[in-house]
Structure formats: C-alpha cells, structure tokens
C-alpha cells in the first residue's frame, strides 16, 4: 500500500508501507525517508491528529488521500478521535456517506474530507467534530487551526469517490444511508449495502 504524505512548504512525498501498519509505523517509514526523528512530529488527517496506535486501514485512505506531517511544538495529550467506525468488521469496509459521482456517473461510497477555506490545504486541525449535515453542508460553520496559514481559518468539508483518485468533488446523499441491519429492500427483495431514506 502507498501513502501520499505531504510535509511542510508543500513538499509531497508517496510512502510504502504494509497493509496491516500502524500510524506508528507510518511515522517510521517518514522518519527513514526524510531523516526527521518520529516523536518530533505528528500525523494530521481530516482535520484530526492520529494516535500512534491506531491503524492505517482503518481510515479508509483511497487513492489521493493525504496525511500531513505537523511539527511538534509542545507535545499535548490529545483526546482519542479515532475515525474507526465502531460496527466496522475486519473483512468488510461500512461506509458512512454515499456520493453521486460525475467520472463514474453513479452512485458510490464517498469520503468526508476537510480543508481550510482560505488556502485549500487539509493540513487543518478543527476546533471541534462538526455535530450534523448542517455544519458540513453549510461554508463556514467550523473553524480551525491552518498550519499551511499559520491561524484559525474557516474550515470547509467536501466529499469524494471511494473508487478513485478524482480531482473534482462528488454531490453527497444525505439520504442514503449504510444498510447495517441487513433489511431487505421492500421492492426488490435484495439486501443491498445502502438504502435510500426519504
């Protein structure tokens, strides 16, 4: 597996590591390609600092996703914001938003991202978790701390494809939503991964 992962003054850098990492690991393989030693840096993704612990797939990177390395200032604890779904099997992924996407003209699993609103960067650690589609749906509900601009910025959340590395943002679904209890499609009969609730 490769990660993409992008450093200070927009140095970008891909990163292989194995299938089962952890965010530790990740830090390792960083540490070996650019000589920075592991404890003076942080890993940032979706506007969360990662703990070491926890592992890589669990984040569900697609192609194109970006860690951002942080310098460390002043080391603080950080609460666990472990984006890991609870009901999440090892063998199978769950997703929790769904996508219409232009390139692939079809309705798709999407990813929430974050970046900042004034330069468009993702290396943006928000002040706190938005609490509804409101706060993603709407611009500027959120703020947060824009390492790329140095301050508290506006933060603005877009979704993209599961299914590729595409450029351009996917129009999120809000009404179809993950089939987790495995109910059976009242037209069809089939138990489909995502239903449709209006």
């Avoid at 292989?16 to 030693?37: F, H, Q, R, T």
């Avoid at 991202?113 to 993603?136: N, Y």
Wanted: aromatic share 6%; proline share 4%.
């Amino acid at each position: 597996m490769t990660v993409n992962v992008r450093f200070p003054k927009n140095i970008q850098r891909v990163i292989d590591i194995g299938d089962a990492a952890s965010v530790e690991d990740v830090k390792e393989a960083i540490s070996k390609n650019s000589k920075l030693d592991p404890w003076l840096f942080d890993l940032l993704f979706c506007g969360k600092v990662l703990n070491s612990d926890q592992q890589i797939k669990s984040l569900n990177l697609g192609a194109g996703s970006v860690l951002h390395v942080i310098e460390i200032k002043h080391k603080t604890v950080q609460p666990d914001l472990s984006l890991e779904t609870k009901s999440e099997t090892s063998d199978s992924k769950r997703y929790n938003y769904y996508v219409y996407c232009k390139q692939c003209k079809d309705l798709q699993a999407g990813k929430l991202r974050v970046r900042c609103h004034t330069c468009r960067q993702g290396a943006i650690i928000l002040s706190k978790e938005p609490g509804g589609w409101s706060d993603v749906l709407r611009p500027r509900q959120l703020e947060g701390f824009c390492k790329d601009c140095d301050g508290n910025q506006p933060a603005q959340f877009y979704f993209k494809c599961c299914n590729h590395d595409g450029k351009e943002d996917c129009l999120p679904l809000r009404h179809v939503r993950p089939n987790t209890q495995g109910v059976k499609c009242v037209i069809c009969t089939e138990i489909s991964g995502h239903c449709c609730l209006l």
